[in-house]
């Protein structure tokens, strides 16, 4: 979960994602989109694979990625339920007399 949430943490990764809702999309196509350099787009790649939230696709001399929505479900359904945000909240402490 951990990865997931520091692939998350770069506005630049979130974006990507964001893209890929759309489908399926180029390392190309992706690039385009972003006014950085094709080796810093790769960094981010890899750090999207790394936390599985990509599934990348070699396709004759590009590579496609598609996004995998189901893996940042779990993430984030696992991140609600560390907190039991579901669950009942203790009622206050009652004060003793001294």
């Known amino acids: ?3 997931v949430f520091k ?3 770069d506005p630049t990764r979130r974006r990507v994602l964001q893209l890929l809702q759309n489908g399926p999309m180029s390392a190309g196509e992706l690039s ?5 350099s094709k080796p810093t787009m790769s960094a981010h790649f890899a750090v999207l694979k790394e936390a599985d939230l990509v599934h990348a696709e070699k396709a004759g001399k ?6 995998k929505l189901s893996v940042l479900e779990e993430a984030l359904l696992g991140f609600v339920d560390s907190f039991s945000l579901g669950a009942e909240a203790p009622g206050p402490k009652k004060e ?3």
């Open 1 to 3: 979960m951990s990865q």
């Open 7 to 9: 692939a998350l943490s």
């Open 32 to 36: 385009d989109r972003f006014d950085v």
């Open 62 to 67: 590009s590579v496609i990625y598609h996004l």
């Open 96 to 98: 003793t007399a001294q």
